[in-house]
């Protein structure tokens, strides 16, 4: 298969997210991928040049040996501009993929390029296919923009031919904002159990080198900082209380609190109870997770964060570590109760749940029932069910000899 990706992340430095993972896996299958990106962090790197150029990037790889060809076409690095800009400049380049490239299906990530990448696989007879990992509107920078692109995003899942989320609950809001029940489906994400193997020596030594010895409790978060991520509140608890001396935060990651929890460790530098990292490779990650004692995702229950379930939980479980998590609806309906995830109702009440676990000593087990929960989850058969979805959207288009849209379709919105 030829699969054109249109995304409005940045696919090099984002992640590795679902996508990475899909996309790359298919390459080693033998599909030939090509990704449409954006540089959605453009604010946060100094530029002198107001429009930027066009890039390809040939050979990308973040999750496995897989590789896809990134394209990022030019846009204005002008607040809002940089949205009016995209429309213009990803129209033209998902045209020119289509009659150079001549994907066999597209896949849409986005909202805004997906809405275009919808209207051109119409006429060029191109079945599309939405894949849902966010609640994507509510991700808007702009909060006065988020109705508009939700208007957007409803119209993408009506009229892409399958419609397919990462966990049920985001199936479900799929389906309010208007994808067809019998066109909408789960895909979950994989984890590969093979990449948890350093030996007790090795993680011993990653531990020393991280500063935790075995008495400590190393906690670790891994991510995209964000503001409603529950870090800075975990980190502050931490900071500010003397209960839990052998208790550590170890941050794997970057984003818009790196710079906040920077401050709070250099003015808690003596303590040594915060950890900071940065971004490492995908192949490094193992090693950090293994090294913890408890993983965490204390997110703040705010809209954005009600429905999803980040890979991350899945990596966490595989390498058999108990999970302290926010009670959120999304991860309820996927993990349930007693599949080694402790929920909480707050991020500041990370720390008792972390010393609870280790007065009564049961993250050893809770950690084996994790790793069993996931056992199903399996990369290679992810990737064969997201496969054989793509199959079928194709072959559905070629036998029906036409799009399954019709003439009282709405005015495409963008």
Request: aromatic share 8%.
């Amino acid at each position: 298969m030829r699969i054109l990706v249109v995304q409005e992340s940045d696919w090099v430095e984002r992640g590795p997210h679902q996508n990475h993972h899909l996309m790359e896996r298919l390459s080693e299958r033998g599909h030939t991928i090509k990704v449409i990106d954006f540089e959605i962090a453009w604010r946060e790197k100094r530029s002198d040049a107001l429009m930027s150029k066009r890039i390809v990037l040939e050979g990308v790889r973040k999750a496995s040996r897989g590789e896809v060809t990134v394209i990022r076409p030019a846009f204005a690095r002008l607040p809002l501009l940089d949205y009016v800009s995209l429309i213009f400049s990803h129209r033209k380049e998902i045209s020119k993929q289509i009659a150079e490239f001549k994907p066999d299906v597209i896949v849409g990530f986005g909202i805004l390029n997906t809405a275009i990448a919808i209207s051109l696989a119409r006429k060029a007879g191109i079945p599309i296919v939405y894949y849902i990992i966010d609640e994507l509107f509510r991700l808007v920078r702009e909060r006065t923009f988020q109705p508009m692109a939700k208007i957007i995003e409803t119209y993408n899942m009506r009229r892409a031919d399958r419609v397919v989320s990462i966990n049920d609950a985001l199936r479900e809001y799929t389906i309010r904002m208007g994808a067809d029940r019998d066109s909408a489906l789960t895909i979950r994400a994989g984890v590969d159990k093979s990449a948890f193997n350093l030996s007790d020596s090795e993680t011993k030594a990653m531990r020393r080198s991280l500063g935790a010895n075995d008495e400590d409790i190393l906690m670790l978060f891994m991510g995209w900082l964000y503001v409603f991520s529950g870090v800075k509140e975990v980190a502050d608890e931490l900071n500010s209380s003397n209960q839990f001396p052998n208790i550590k935060l170890l941050i794997l990651g970057k984003g818009d609190l790196w710079g906040y929890l920077e401050s709070a460790t250099k003015e808690h530098a003596g303590e040594k109870r915060i950890i900071l990292v940065g971004w490492k490779s995908f192949k490094e990650v193992p090693k950090y997770i293994l090294a913890s004692d408890v993983c965490l995702l204390p997110a703040l229950q705010t809209d954005i964060m009600m429905n999803i379930v980040p890979i991350k939980m899945y990596e966490y479980l595989a390498a058999g570590k108990p999970v302290i998590a926010t009670r959120l609806p999304g991860l309820l309906r996927e993990f349930g109760q007693g599949n080694g995830v402790v929920y909480v109702n707050d991020p500041r009440d990370v720390l008792e749940a972390v010393a609870k676990l280790a007065r009564e000593g049961s993250a050893r087990d809770l950690g084996a029932k994790a790793r069993r929960f996931v056992e199903g989850n399996d990369w290679q058969k992810v990737v064969t069910d997201f496969e054989d979805c793509l199959e079928g959207v194709i072959t559905c288009q070629r036998n029906s000899g036409n799009n399954r849209w019709t003439a009282e379709e709405p005015q495409n919105p963008v």
